[in-house]
C-alpha cells in the first residue's frame, strides 16, 4: 500500500495562527532549528495518547467529531478532505504500533509526533497538534522518515 504521495497531499492540515492564517504543521523530519524546539521524548500522557488515537480513528472511518476542532481546523477539514482520509488511511486498519517520538509547541499549539506501524510494514508518521483551548489546531500524516 504504497500511497505516500496521495496520503502526504490530501493530509496536511493547517496549524492555526494566532492571527488566524494558516501555517505548516511541524514536519515529521524536523531541521536542525525546529528541532531546538522540539522537547525530547517526555513519557507520554496516556490522556493525550488516547485522544490522538481516537482522532486517527476518525481519519480512518471519515466520522470526525467537529466539536473537537478549533475554528481554523473547521474550514480547513471540509467533508471533501475527510473522505480523501477515509479513503487513504481506512484501508490501512489498526496501527500495531503508536509510539510517541517528539514534542513540542508552534504557534501557542502543543504538538505530538507518533510513528504508527502496520501490519503490512507501513510506517507513518502522525502529529496532532492542540491548542490552548484543547480543540485540534493541526494534524498531519506522511510517510515516516527512514531510520538513519
Given at each position: 500500500?504504497?500511497?505516500?504521495?496521495?496520503?502526504?497531499a490530501?493530509?496536511?492540515?493547517?496549524?492555526?495562527?494566532?492571527?488566524?492564517?494558516?501555517?505548516?504543521?511541524?514536519?515529521?523530519?524536523?531541521?536542525?532549528?525546529?528541532?531546538?524546539?522540539?522537547?525530547?521524548?517526555?513519557?507520554?500522557?496516556?490522556?493525550?495518547?488516547?485522544?490522538?488515537?481516537?482522532?486517527?480513528?476518525?481519519?480512518?472511518?471519515?466520522?470526525?467529531?467537529?466539536?473537537?476542532?478549533?475554528?481554523?481546523?473547521?474550514?480547513?477539514?471540509?467533508?471533501?478532505?475527510?473522505a480523501?482520509?477515509?479513503a487513504?488511511?481506512?484501508?490501512?486498519?489498526?496501527?500495531?504500533?503508536?509510539?510517541?517520538?517528539?514534542?513540542?509547541?508552534?504557534?501557542?499549539?502543543?504538538?505530538?509526533?507518533?510513528?504508527?506501524?502496520?501490519?503490512?510494514?507501513?510506517?507513518?508518521?502522525?502529529?496532532?497538534?492542540?491548542?490552548?483551548?484543547?480543540?485540534?489546531?493541526?494534524?498531519?500524516?506522511?510517510?515516516?522518515?527512514?531510520?538513519?
Open positions: 500500500m504504497q500511497r505516500y504521495g496521495i496520503i502526504a490530501a493530509l496536511v492540515f493547517a496549524l492555526a495562527a494566532a492571527g488566524g492564517s494558516a501555517a505548516a504543521a511541524p514536519p515529521a523530519s524536523p531541521s536542525p532549528a525546529a528541532t531546538a524546539q522540539a522537547a525530547a521524548t517526555p513519557t507520554p500522557d496516556p490522556a493525550v495518547v488516547a485522544r490522538a488515537k481516537s482522532f486517527f480513528h476518525m481519519l480512518q472511518t471519515g466520522k470526525i467529531d467537529r466539536s473537537q476542532l478549533s475554528a481554523q481546523m473547521l474550514t480547513v477539514m471540509t467533508p471533501e478532505k475527510v480523501q482520509a477515509a487513504q488511511l481506512g484501508p490501512y486498519g489498526d496501527p500495531v504500533t503508536f509510539e510517541q517520538v517528539r514534542t513540542g509547541t508552534l504557534q501557542g499549539s502543543s504538538y505530538y509526533v507518533y510513528l504508527l506501524a502496520f501490519g503490512d510494514s507501513t510506517k507513518l508518521a502522525y502529529t496532532f497538534a492542540v491548542d490552548g483551548q484543547g480543540k485540534v489546531s493541526g494534524l498531519t500524516v506522511a510517510p515516516a522518515p527512514s531510520a538513519p
